[in-house]
């Protein structure tokens, strides 16, 4: 079982349509959690994190974690063009150390 | 967020030479380091955790005499691909973790691509 599995995609979405990616996570222990965006041959940039159960919002994106499910999610709310890019969710685990997750490929369609 | 820099972008170089990538967290202090190589549409794959006044820890698979890191301040550490061979050539990505209140968050720079001919 790989430590943090996310659906490779791609994931397609029309413009202004909410986009869903989903994470989950092997390690009970990990207590904090993060989403990067990569644009293609860019270096990944934080989104949002989050350290508790429940949901957290920031402007259009809304992280929720499940620590019971070992479940963490990405809500894009209207999705534009230039949220097309991959999405990487990361796990601290609880052995010091961050795990990333292979990445959702994203493409909002005009 | 915070800022992390990574020079040189990008560099090409001839088989046999060595090249050292630089990584600094400009706005706040990184007492580690980590270093990641990423391929063509495959993720990030950590190579090594840098600690600033100790001796870095390698991921399983990656040599320690051929990658070198020196994390010699708090702001600034140094990655050498020594001798390097063209399947070296990837795009080489730094993070810095800030540690604040709750919790910690990775910073990345900006990557260096690099190409050995």
């Known amino acids: 079982q790989k430590e943090v599995e996310q659906n490779s995609g791609p994931l397609s979405v029309p413009e202004g349509a909410i986009a869903s990616l989903n994470c989950t996570y092997s390690?009970?222990?990990?207590?904090?959690f993060f989403w990067y965006r990569q644009y293609s041959g860019k270096s990944p940039e934080l989104i949002m994190f989050?350290?508790?159960?429940g949901d957290k919002e920031d402007g259009r994106f809304t992280a929720q974690l499940n620590k019971a499910s070992q479940y963490v999610s990405l809500l894009i709310r209207d999705s534009q063009p230039s949220d097309s890019a991959t999405y990487l969710c990361?796990?601290?685990?609880?052995?010091?150390?961050?795990?990333f997750g292979p990445g959702t490929s994203l493409s909002v369609i005009p | 967020g915070a800022v992390v820099s990574q020079h040189p972008s990008r560099v090409i170089c001839k088989s046999g030479t060595s090249v050292k990538i630089e990584c600094r967290s400009l706005d706040f202090q990184a007492t580690t380091m980590f270093w990641y190589r990423q391929f063509p549409k495959q993720s990030l794959m950590l190579m090594a955790t840098s600690n600033e006044g100790s001796k870095a820890t390698y991921e399983q698979g990656v040599e320690k005499d051929k990658f070198l890191i020196n994390h010699a301040s708090l702001t600034l550490s140094t990655l050498t691909v020594t001798s390097a061979h063209p399947e070296d050539s990837s795009f080489y990505i730094c993070s810095a973790r800030e540690e604040r209140g709750a919790g910690e968050t990775q910073y990345f720079g900006p990557g260096t691509r690099l190409l050995v001919l």
């Open positions: 990361a796990v601290g685990t609880s052995y010091d150390k961050v795990i």
């Open positions: 989050i350290y508790s159960n």
């Open positions: 390690d009970r222990g990990s207590q904090s």
